[in-house]
């Protein structure tokens, strides 16, 4: 059974950081594409990162050069690390396990708000 657990997120003032880790069981989590999405209140979930099993990464528009996206396939864990945080940046942050099925954490609320 595939189980992604989200950490780390909290409340934080607007410019701030935090660091989201994603820890993964139940699969061979050196051969998924890991990945971070966001829902907004009243929006639509959005990609924030990913991270593919080979390294290759992307991250949405609203977030490049102030997020980085990381992987541990020793500890089998993702990471999002968040700076520059905007009050726009609130959200439920989920973390997402693709290997032939897609997976989803139960998710990690981040509000950035002074």
């Known amino acids: 059974q595939v189980q992604l657990v989200e950490s780390g997120g909290g409340l934080v003032q607007p410019g701030g950081s935090l660091r989201l880790s994603c820890a993964v069981s139940?699969?061979?989590?050196?051969?998924?594409?890991m990945g971070w999405y966001r829902q907004g209140p009243g929006k639509q979930r959005e990609l924030v990162a990913t991270?593919?099993?080979?390294?290759?990464?992307n991250y949405g528009n609203l977030v490049k050069g102030r997020f980085t996206i990381s992987r541990d396939n020793r500890e089998r864990r993702a990471f999002l690390q968040m700076n520059l945080l905007k009050p726009e940046d609130t959200a439920v942050y989920y973390c997402?396990?693709?290997?032939?099925?897609?997976?989803w954490g139960q998710g990690t609320q981040v509000t950035v708000s002074s």
């Open positions: 139940g699969t061979i989590f050196e051969l998924a594409d």
């Open positions: 997402n396990l693709l290997l032939g099925n897609s997976y």
């Open positions: 991270i593919a099993s080979n390294g290759r990464i």
